[in-house]
């Protein structure tokens, strides 16, 4: 296995930044033209988490895990919706694993919501990253993919009274941020920008 991919157990679970961006996620995701449609099908790549449960009550639609390597494998399906939330960093290769969304979304208004760090300064980079990205670097990623931005957001996962226990949780404060996505498969030859 991957040094690159976390393990969802009870200390990931437990972790209070997991929380506060599971609330922001939903609360994006709220705001999509999704929100209250049937959607049908979803797919949350990676592990079923609390935040799962809370997309299938948003949604209307029950998701499934993957259980495949999303750097090499194949997905299998059709879905209205998929979620790659906190995935993108932890993978060798993004490109194939949109290139495998972008071929397992199906219906107009089909959507995948991604979320990742915001590129850090390599001091406060987390080890189990392989690699972290800048908006420029994201959004050439999702048009090189076909995917074309509806709407994106930026967020801190942390606690206020956290970036104040130390020198690097305050440089945290200063660089800290999740940037969230909301994409739509681009249809005919588009530049994949807003």
Same mark, same amino acid.
């Given at each position: ?62 998701? @499934? ?6 750097? @090499? ?122």
């Amino acid at each position: 296995m991957s040094r690159y991919r976390n393990i969802v157990d009870s200390d990931y679970l437990s972790e209070a930044a997991h929380t506060v961006r599971w609330c922001k996620s939903i609360a994006f995701m709220a705001d999509s033209s999704l929100a209250g449609c049937r959607v049908d099908g979803g797919l949350d790549l990676g592990d079923r988490t609390p935040l799962t449960g809370q997309m299938e009550e948003l949604l209307g639609c029950r998701f @499934v895990n993957s259980d495949v390597d999303l750097d @090499v494998e194949c997905l299998e399906g059709s879905y209205g919706v998929v979620c790659a939330l906190e995935v993108l960093e932890h993978l060798y290769n993004p490109l194939h694993l949109l290139l495998e969304v972008r071929r397992v979304l199906s219906g107009a208004d089909a959507r995948m919501f991604v979320s990742m760090p915001l590129s850090r300064p390599a001091m406060l980079r987390s080890p189990d990253h392989f690699h972290e990205m800048g908006e420029a670097e994201a959004r050439a990623l999702f048009g090189r993919a076909g995917f074309r931005v509806q709407r994106s957001t930026r967020f801190r996962i942390r606690r206020p009274l956290f970036y104040l226990t130390g020198v690097k949780p305050f440089l945290r404060l200063l660089f800290e941020k999740v940037q969230m996505y909301e994409l739509s498969v681009e249809r005919g030859g588009g530049d994949g920008e807003e």
